[in-house]
């Protein structure tokens, strides 16, 4: 049974840093694709980030590139979500999901149970 628990959410002021993380476990973590997502009070939940297998490629939204960096730990099974400059609207519930291969393409097939973060002004 695969399962993903994100964990380093809270509360932050603008400006600041937070790193999250997302410890995976039940399949080969190194053989998958990771991303990052998001969903903010009364949004659709969103794309923010994603990391292929190796970790050598990655992919971010528009309003992550620069402020935002993924990377991951195949040895811990671990990917993380480093925010920097945080603004209030990064205010949501954030997602740590796995894709289906190593690539991250189509939709993801696990999703953990979400981390608040909080950004005040």
């Known amino acids: 049974q695969v399962q993903l628990v994100e964990s380093g959410g809270g509360l932050v002021q603008a400006g600041g840093s937070l790193r999250l993380s997302c410890a995976a476990s039940?399949?080969?973590?190194?053989?998958?694709?990771m991303g990052w997502f998001r969903q903010a009070p009364g949004k659709e939940r969103e794309f923010v980030a994603a990391?292929?297998?190796?970790?050598?490629?990655?992919y971010y939204t528009d309003s992550a590139k620069g402020r935002f960096t993924i990377f991951r730990d195949n040895g811990k099974e671990t990917v993380y979500l480093q925010m920097n400059n945080r603004k209030p609207e990064d205010t949501a519930v954030y997602y740590c999901?796995?894709?289906?291969?190593?690539?991250?393409?189509?939709?993801?097939?696990?999703w953990g149970q979400g981390t608040q973060v909080t950004v005040s002004s």
């Open positions: 999901a796995t894709y289906l291969g190593s690539v991250y393409l189509g939709r993801p097939v696990y």
């Open positions: 990391i292929n297998s190796s970790g050598g490629s990655k």
């Open positions: 039940g399949r080969t973590f190194s053989s998958y694709a």
